[in-house]
Structure formats: structure tokens, C-alpha cells
């Protein structure tokens, strides 16, 4: 019987069995589980460009910082000032102030109170010491180059860190290798009590051939020579008024500010003179040899000055100085208003190179 042959189309191709999943659409890699997804890989090809632009910038800016800190190009920081000065690990600040001076730093019942006093602790607040971490020493006028006081505590010499007792700026003393000032803080000008009266003294060579009282080692003890006058030298400004009083001394003559409160607290007692004195008396803190401890103390007084919102200043005025001006009037007590302060070289932001 003959072969009937394959059956018609069995020479034609078996069709491929339906589809019924779509190959993944990935790369190899990630298709074998080599990597997952995450939110990056959302990401528009935009958003990838921006985040790596900041990367970049953060470490260009990195690198930037640790240049500056590693070759010491820019000024230097808070903390390396402070570092520098010896405060880091200090616990208690020592500052010298006068005892005797009503208005500007007086000593009572143990407590010390007026303009220098208030200075004092809003330096040692920016130098990061709080008021129960400041300890006063009395100082005398002598002393204040050396910055030794006595502490009645231990009855012994003590170098205080800070001085801040009516010192005022002269080139004599910033010629001296153990004075170095801070910016100044405070302008007056040279003065003239006397017992209540009504005669008036309008220049010092008004008191030539009078008994004139005065602190030991002053400005005011040399414009008193200059102008004639021989004084008297006192360690204590307290002394001379009481002499004063006593009959001893026919005038007393100093700053403003210091004789100002004086007046104010003695009514119908003294009377205090404009001698229309050219120039004025600038006030100082003195840091002694510690250059870092300058930087720090100028930053404090740099941001009174510049910060709207820093009152301190003007608070300390306000209570220890301009209540006593009605009482001194027509001597002006001393400006009312912070003497400008220059920006000190400190480093504010870690990429700075210049002040």
C-alpha cells in the first residue's frame, strides 16, 4: 500500500507556545539581584546633577577649611584665642577695679557696684565667665601697670588678669612692656572740685599757689604740673576729698567721672568745675603681655558697639553716669555714647582669610 505522505502542512514550522511574561527590562546586574532600587533611582537626570553639585561644593569647601586651618592663612578663632590667652581651663576670672570711686567702682558692704564694675562683667560674659566666676581685687593707681592687687582674703599680692580701674591711654603707658589696652571704653575729661561755692575755676592755673590734691601717678598730677600747679599725691581719691572737707586741700582735681559722683552723692556739699581742659581722658583695660587676651577683650567691646540689641553699655551709662549729671552740671560727666571700636582680627567663619 502506498505511503500516503504527511499529512497536509505538517512541512510548515511548529508555532512558539503564547507569551505570557515580558522579559525584565534591566540591566544584568540589577536583574540578577545585584542591586535594588531606591529613591535615587527615581531621580529626574536634573535632580542627580544638583545633588552632586553640592557634593562638590561641600568638599571644595572642606578642603578650602582645612588649607586655612592647616597653613594658618586667616585670623585666628574664638576658641585659638582663647586657647592662646589661657582661659580654657581657667575657673576664675581676676580683675582689679578701685574701691573708692561712687559712680565708677565703689566697695560697699563687701559688694562692688558702678560704670567700671559693669565693663568688667560684660567683658568677662564674652570671655565666657559668669558673674559668680569674676572675682574683684581692690587696685591702687600705682599698681595698675603691674596688675598687682592685694587680696585681704590671704593678705597677699595678687596679678589679676584684668585691669579696669579708670586707666586711661596714654603714650607713656602703652610704651610701658607690662601695659597692653584694650580699645577704650569710656571719654571724659579732667576736672576740678572744691567746697561748695559760688567763685568758679575755668582753667587748671586758676589753682596755681592753692593746695590741690590729686592721685599719685596720674594724667591728672601731670596736666596739674603743666599748667603750674604742684599737687598733692594721694593713693586713694577718697583721701584727697576728705582733705577737702577737712580744710586741708583748697581743691581736688581728677577725671570727671570720677569726681561726678562725688557731688551726686554729697548734696549742697562740693561744687565741681568745667575747666574747659583740652582733650579728653580714654579709658583702658589693661591685659598686661597676653596679645590673645587683647583680641577677646576688644571683641567684647567691638560687639557692644556694633550690635543693636546689645545694651549693656548703655545700661551701665544709664545707671552709674547720667543720673549723676544733673548734679555735675555744666562738667559733662563723660560722653555718652561707647567710643567707636575697630573690628578685632578673629575669625568668625571657618573660611575667612582676612579680619
Not at 121 to 129: E, H, I, K
Not at 130 to 142: C, K, Y
Not at 187 to 192: A, G, H, I, L
Amino acid at each position: 500500500m502506498a505511503d500516503e505522505g504527511p499529512p497536509p502542512g505538517a512541512d510548515e514550522a511548529t508555532p512558539p507556545p503564547p507569551i505570557t511574561e515580558l522579559p525584565p527590562r534591566l540591566p544584568p546586574r540589577w536583574a540578577s539581584g545585584g542591586r535594588t532600587f531606591s529613591k535615587f533611582d527615581s531621580m529626574s537626570l536634573a535632580a542627580r546633577v544638583v545633588r552632586l553639585c553640592v557634593v562638590i561644593v561641600l568638599l571644595v569647601g572642606a578642603v578650602v577649611v582645612a588649607t586655612v586651618a592647616v597653613a594658618g592663612l586667616g585670623p585666628p578663632s574664638e576658641e585659638d584665642l582663647r586657647r592662646e590667652a589661657g582661659l580654657l581651663d581657667k575657673r576664675q576670672l581676676l580683675i582689679g577695679v578701685k574701691d573708692d570711686q561712687p559712680g565708677m567702682a565703689l566697695r560697699e558692704n563687701g559688694v562692688y557696684r558702678g560704670f567700671d564694675v559693669e565693663i568688667a562683667y560684660l567683658v568677662a560674659a564674652d570671655l565666657g565667665f559668669a558673674p559668680a566666676d569674676v572675682r574683684f581685687l581692690t587696685i591702687e593707681s600705682e599698681d595698675r601697670a603691674r596688675r598687682q592687687a592685694l587680696d585681704v582674703k590671704t593678705n597677699k599680692i595678687v596679678t589679676v588678669d584684668l585691669v579696669v580701674a579708670t586707666f586711661s591711654i596714654t603714650k607713656a603707658r602703652v610704651d610701658d612692656p607690662d601695659v597692653m589696652f584694650s580699645a577704650p571704653y569710656l571719654r571724659t575729661e579732667q576736672s576740678v572740685l572744691t567746697r561748695k561755692t559760688t567763685n568758679k575755676y575755668e582753667a587748671l592755673s586758676d589753682l596755681a599757689g592753692e593746695k590741690v590734691c590729686t592721685l599719685n601717678t596720674t594724667t591728672s598730677a601731670q596736666n596739674l604740673r603743666t599748667a603750674g600747679v604742684e599737687p598733692v599725691g594721694k593713693n586713694k581719691i577718697s583721701e584727697c576729698v576728705r582733705g577737702l572737707e577737712s580744710g586741708a586741700y583748697a581743691a581736688v582735681s581728677t577725671d570727671a567721672a570720677i569726681l561726678a559722683g562725688f557731688v551726686y552723692r554729697n548734696p549742697g556739699k562740693f561744687t565741681i568745675h568745667d575747666i574747659g581742659a583740652e582733650g579728653s581722658e580714654l579709658y583702658g583695660i589693661n591685659v598686661g603681655r597676653n596679645k590673645a587676651l587683647q583680641t577677646l577683650v576688644n571683641l567684647a567691646l567691638y560687639r557692644s558697639y556694633t550690635e543693636p540689641t546689645d545694651r549693656r553699655w548703655e545700661t551701665a551709662y544709664d545707671d552709674c553716669l547720667r543720673v549723676e549729671q544733673p548734679a555735675a552740671m555744666p562738667q559733662q560727666v563723660a560722653v555718652a555714647q561707647q567710643p567707636e571700636v575697630d573690628r578685632p582680627r578673629v575669625r568668625i567663619w571657618p573660611w575667612e582669610t582676612e579680619p
